[in-house]
C-alpha cells in the first residue's frame, strides 16, 4: 500500500500569505495524485488532478507540481475561504490511499 | 449539474451489517465509476471501493472482503453493504462520482454519519 504523508499539519498563516504544501509518497506513484479541500460539515472538493491539473471552479491561484514521490500544493495568495483542510490521494496502485491532511489555518 | 445523496441508518448494532444507498440525479450512473470513501477521526479518509454500472469492482483489502457494493440503473443509484461491523467502522460514508482514472472524485454527496453501538 501507497503512504502519503504530508507536511505540516498545520500552517498558520495570514490572509495574502503564500502557502505551500507538501506530500510524499512511499513509493513511485507517477503523476497519479490529487488534491482534495474540506471545509467543516461538508464533503472533500477535488482541487487538482493528475498532479498539476486544476479541476473546474479551481481558482489559479491553486497550482500543483511535482511527480513520482514528491508533490507539492501552493496556494499563491491566501483568501479567506481557502482557509480549510487539504488531503492528497494517489490512485496509481491499489487501493487508493490518503494523505492524513494538512490543515490551513489563520 | 450532477447531485448525489446518501441515505441509510444512522446507528447499526455491532457484528449485523451496514447497509447505505446513493441516489444520483442529474446524469446517468451508467457512464462512470461510482466510489464509497468513509472519513473517521482515528483512521482520516478511506477509499472503500468502487463499481461500475456493469456490476465490475474494486474495492480494499483492508476490509478483508466485508464490502459488497451493487447497482441499479432503474433507479439511477449504487449500493453499499459492510457486515460484521464493530465501533471501528463509526465514520461517515460518502459516495462520490469517479471522472476518470487520472482524474479523481469532482462530486461527492454530502456524507452520512454511520455509528456502531449496541
Known amino acids: 500500500e501507497v503512504v502519503l504523508t504530508q507536511s505540516p499539519a498545520t500552517l498558520s498563516l495570514s490572509p495574502g500569505a503564500r502557502a505551500t504544501l507538501s506530500c510524499r509518497a512511499s513509493?513511485?506513484?507517477?503523476?497519479?495524485l490529487a488534491w482534495y479541500q474540506q471545509k467543516p460539515g461538508q464533503a472533500p472538493r477535488l482541487l487538482i488532478y493528475?498532479?498539476?491539473n486544476r479541476a473546474t471552479a479551481t481558482p489559479a491561484r491553486i497550482s500543483g507540481s511535482g511527480s513520482e514521490t514528491d508533490f507539492t500544493l501552493t496556494i499563491s495568495s491566501l483568501e479567506p475561504e481557502d482557509f480549510a483542510v487539504y488531503f492528497c490521494h494517489q490512485r496509481s496502485s491499489w487501493p487508493w490511499t490518503f494523505g492524513q491532511g494538512t490543515k490551513v489555518e489563520i | 449539474q450532477v447531485q448525489l445523496q446518501e441515505s441509510g441508518p444512522g446507528l447499526v448494532k455491532p457484528s449485523e451489517t451496514l447497509s447505505l444507498s446513493c441516489t444520483v440525479s442529474g446524469d446517468s450512473i451508467r457512464r462512470y465509476y461510482w466510489s464509497w470513501i468513509r472519513q473517521s477521526a482515528g483512521k482520516g479518509l478511506e477509499w472503500i471501493g468502487r463499481i461500475y454500472s456493469s456490476g465490475s469492482t474494486n474495492d480494499n483489502p483492508s476490509l478483508k472482503s466485508r464490502v459488497t457494493m451493487s447497482v441499479d440503473t432503474s433507479k439511477n443509484q449504487v449500493s453499499l453493504e459492510l457486515s460484521s461491523v464493530t465501533a471501528a467502522d463509526t465514520a461517515v460514508y460518502f459516495c462520490?462520482?469517479?471522472?476518470?482514472?487520472?482524474?479523481?472524485?469532482?462530486?461527492w454527496g454530502p456524507g452520512t454519519l454511520v455509528t456502531v453501538s449496541s
Open positions: 493528475a498532479a498539476s
Open positions: 462520490a462520482r469517479d471522472s476518470g482514472y487520472a482524474t479523481g472524485w469532482d462530486s
Open positions: 513509493q513511485t506513484i507517477s503523476n497519479y
